[in-house]
């Protein structure tokens, strides 16, 4: 069965400085993997998304992470965190096929973000 | 920007009573999804539904619960004899049909059971 460990339950950064969100996925197949950001009382956004091609991929508000095979991995970076960038980070996964027409995700447990001016 | 709008926004409800969780979806778009995310726990998949028939659904999603698509446009979760442990974030998703098209998430209903 499919799983994502995010091992980092909270991370807390001063603005300014870089982060990085450790993401390791367990999968029979390469998935489709995915980055989401939660906002306290509102619903997951897209950051960003891989499915194939360049293993690094940009996203929404100047993130990128990097797809590493051989490590099972998919790190979010951002070189530059800003004080609304707080929030929890959701790295999640899903098959790149499916016979029964689901692609559902399946989501890590989450890396609370917290910002110190 | 289109977006999935989920309503209510709460809901409050007495143990054993019927809730129905609605959500518009974005309207071009064919695969449809339901999650929850108890509180300080992640996000699991419930069901997905496609072609108007339900074509997975996780060992969460028990005979309490079902989906609908009534009308073409609405998309609501009914869970027919509520616990205490259903209480819960339940967010609804759609997305446009093959897997590199993403999913897109509602604001989510909070539910919570007394």
């Known amino acids: 069965a499919q799983s994502v460990t995010q091992p980092d339950i909270h991370i807390t950064v001063s603005e300014g400085a870089s982060l990085e969100l450790r993401c390791n996925y367990s999968y029979g197949a390469t998935p489709y993997l995915f980055w989401y950001v939660q906002s306290p009382g509102q619903g997951l956004q897209l950051l960003l998304k891989?499915?194939?091609?360049?293993?690094l991929v940009q996203g929404i508000k100047g993130f990128e992470a990097e797809f590493k095979r051989s490590q099972s991995s998919f790190n979010l970076r951002k070189p530059s965190v800003h004080w609304s960038d707080a929030a929890e980070y959701f790295c999640?996964?899903?098959?790149?096929?499916?016979?029964?027409?689901?692609?559902?995700?399946?989501f890590g447990k989450g890396t609370k973000l917290s910002v110190i001016p | 920007e289109p977006e999935v709008t989920q309503t209510p926004s709460h809901q409050v409800t007495q143990m054993g009573q019927e809730v129905i969780l609605r959500c518009v979806p974005i309207?071009?778009?064919?695969?449809f999804y339901w999650y929850r995310q108890i509180l300080g726990q992640k996000v699991e998949f419930l069901v997905s539904f496609y072609n108007n028939e339900i074509s997975e659904k996780s060992e969460i999603f028990d005979d309490q619960f079902s989906v609908e698509r009534p009308d073409g446009s609405n998309f609501t979760l009914k869970i027919r004899s509520t616990k205490l442990e259903d209480s819960a974030m339940y967010f609804c998703a759609s997305s446009e049909g093959t897997p590199n098209q993403p999913q897109h998430f509602g604001d989510g209903t909070r539910l919570s059971i007394l």
């Open positions: 891989y499915f194939s091609g360049d293993t």
């Open positions: 999640a996964v899903s098959p790149a096929y499916s016979g029964a027409g689901s692609y559902q995700l399946t």
């Open positions: 309207s071009n778009h064919l695969y």
